[in-house]
């Protein structure tokens, strides 16, 4: 260790930090190009929220002049306008038929803007999407006002309770829909049938609408093969939009890091915390639920100026400018660990779970079991990779910030006034993360009596919490030898310090452990002078009577 960084190398980090986040949400942008998904971003939501308040208006105009008697020749998608406003209320309808539009044509056309080798956005491929996404809804929506109308049978309302929770668990547009379509089926449900050319030619004219509410949109001819078709074009308009939009959303990403000087001191709501690239993307109080805006944000932003803040500044200057630093013993064992391929001490398995055989020719029963394992398999594997990618963004700082002697943490508040460090990698994180860091800069023990809450901390590290403190102590004593073999052989003793219940926080505290045995020998017995960075944790005491009884001020 022993690197003295500066200013400069500070403002170097929190630059690449920066620059680390453009990139990525680039990547980002770019793959939902990619996929036909740009409507899921912001700058798609964006978009869409802007163009929606006029194509509504149209939509609805028409919607109201389609379904209203009147003499004359009605086109032929009549009937199905109709009925659909008969499943929920018309103001219901007009905003899902828009939405369904908007999305799909958005995504369609900046799709095969983007990508040369992605299907021409015709106009016949992009209505047939709409069609079959309105179909799908409209049937579902027909389900579940046919299971509300029965919801006085047992058995119906449990098939709306299955039906939703399906719903809810899948994330995915496509998977929500093909799981109420699959349910249906096996519901044996039929309900209301339109010939699919009524659908298309449906929505063959929702899209002419939305080309004609806005200048985002244009029709071209374009040659499929052979054959010349009409196309749906993004605008000049549009693409300048998305271009502006998404260069915005770039260039406005960040992401939080620890410092290798000291924070900033708070002075005031935006000025504190970060120097360079980051600053302005650290504020002294999270008013997140404020969103930036608006009466409440703007009522509470003028009474807070107008308040004595130093008292909670002060603190948090003083809790930001603590320093700390990696354990690389610690980071050593993790990365063996890591190695030996994780399911151990708490790390997830770096091993994917297998998915079950395929079965052939089932029964209901055997399929109905095999379903439950296998979505119990998938809810496992979703899990792992989540915990693995936390994990090796765990290992992957500490590896980057294992050579300073001394990091910081930048702090801030909520509107409650309780205190988070701002990075997610932080002495607040998981195990994992509090046993890879360390105080520097400590003061040695002075007498007995900090060895005692040394040793109550690493009972407590190990799960060894509901006794008394004199029993912490005597569990220390009694597996004195395992703590020692432990920090000698870490991974040898894996199975025993493995499995208590802060593995690596114990883990720092057993190789904490052998060196103040190692200096008590060598100075006659006492501990007084020993140095140890391993936070001790102190819970509040009746905290919940001390805020009971603050109103009447006792």
């Known amino acids: 260790m022993n690197i003295s960084p500066t200013l400069e190398d500070e403002l170097a980090l929190e630059y690449e930090y920066k620059f680390m986040a453009m990139e990525k949400t680039q990547e980002f942008l770019d793959s939902r190009l990619e996929s036909t998904q740009a409507h899921e971003t912001g700058v798609g939501n964006g978009i869409i929220d802007y163009l929606f ?34 499943l929920m209320p018309l103001e219901d309808t007009v905003n899902k038929m828009c939405l369904m539009a908007l999305s799909c044509t958005l995504s369609n056309t900046l799709n095969a803007w983007s990508n040369t080798n992605a299907p021409r956005s015709t106009t016949s491929y992009v209505s047939s999407l709409i069609a079959k996404g309105l179909r799908d809804e409209s049937r579902l929506q027909e389900f579940i006002n046919y299971l509300e109308d029965h919801k006085d049978d047992e058995e119906y309302r449990k098939a709306e309770r299955r039906l939703e929770s399906g719903i809810k668990y899948r994330k995915s547009d496509y998977y929500r829909r093909y799981f109420a379509i699959q349910f249906m089926t096996k519901s044996n449900w039929t309900g209301t049938t339109f010939a699919e050319d009524l659908w298309g030619q449906l929505a063959t004219y929702l899209v002419s609408l939305l080309i004609d509410s806005s200048d985002f949109f244009d029709r071209q001819m374009v040659f499929v093969k052979t054959k010349e078709m009409e196309a749906i074009v993004p605008s000049e308009k549009l693409i300048s939009t998305w271009e502006k939009n998404s260069s915005n959303m770039v260039m406005h990403a960040f992401a939080v890091c620890p410092m290798i000087v000291p924070p900033k001191p708070w002075t005031a709501y935006n000025n504190g915390g970060y120097y360079g690239e980051l600053s302005p993307h650290a504020k002294l109080l999270r008013l997140n639920a404020f969103h930036g805006s608006g009466y409440f944000f703007n009522s509470y932003m003028k009474r807070l ?5 130093s008292g909670p500044m002060t603190a948090i200057n003083a809790i930001q400018s603590t320093p700390w630093h990696i354990d690389t013993k ?8 890591v190695k030996l391929g994780g399911d151990r001490a708490g790390l997830p398995r770096l091993e994917p779970f297998k998915g079950l055989p395929k079965l052939s020719n089932p029964t209901p029963e055997t399929l109905k079991e095999w379903k439950k394992k296998a979505r119990g398999i998938y809810e ?30 930048p702090h801030n508040a909520d509107f409650r006034g ?4 701002i990075p997610s990698f932080s002495p607040q994180g998981d195990d994992l993360n509090k046993g890879l860091l360390q105080f520097s800069d400590v003061p040695p023990l002075k007498s007995e009596k900090d060895e005692r809450w040394f040793l109550i901390a690493g009972a407590e590290f190990a799960g060894v919490d509901k006794v008394s403190f004199d029993d912490e102590i005597k569990w220390v004593k009694d597996n004195h030898e395992n703590i020692l073999d432990t920090a000698k052989d870490p991974i040898g003793m894996l199975d ?9 926080e114990f883990l720092q505290w057993c190789f904490e452990y052998e ?25 509040g005491t009746c905290s919940g009577w001390n805020k009971s009884f603050s109103p009447y001020k006792q």
Do not use: Q
């Open 380 to 409: 496992k594997e979703a899990s792992r990779k989540g915990r693995c990618i936390r994990m090796l963004a765990t290992i992957k700082t500490a590896e980057k910030f294992a050579s300073y002697d001394r990091i910081y943490f």
């Open 305 to 309: 100026n107008s308040a004595d803040i």
């Open 418 to 421: 309780r205190i988070y460090p």
């Open 496 to 504: 025993w310090w493995g499995n208590l219940d802060g593995p690596f």
């Open 53 to 86: 308040t006029t194509f509504k208006g149209n939509v609805m105009n028409w919607v109201e002049d389609t379904i209203t008697p009147k003499r004359g020749v009605k086109p032929n998608y009549a009937d199905v306008l109709k009925w659909l406003t008969t």
């Open 330 to 337: 610690v980071l050593d064992v993790v990365k063996k660990i």
């Open 515 to 539: 060196k103040l045995v190692t200096y008590k020998k060598t100075h006659n017995n006492p501990c007084v002078g020993f140095i140890t960075g391993v936070p001790v944790a102190f819970d």
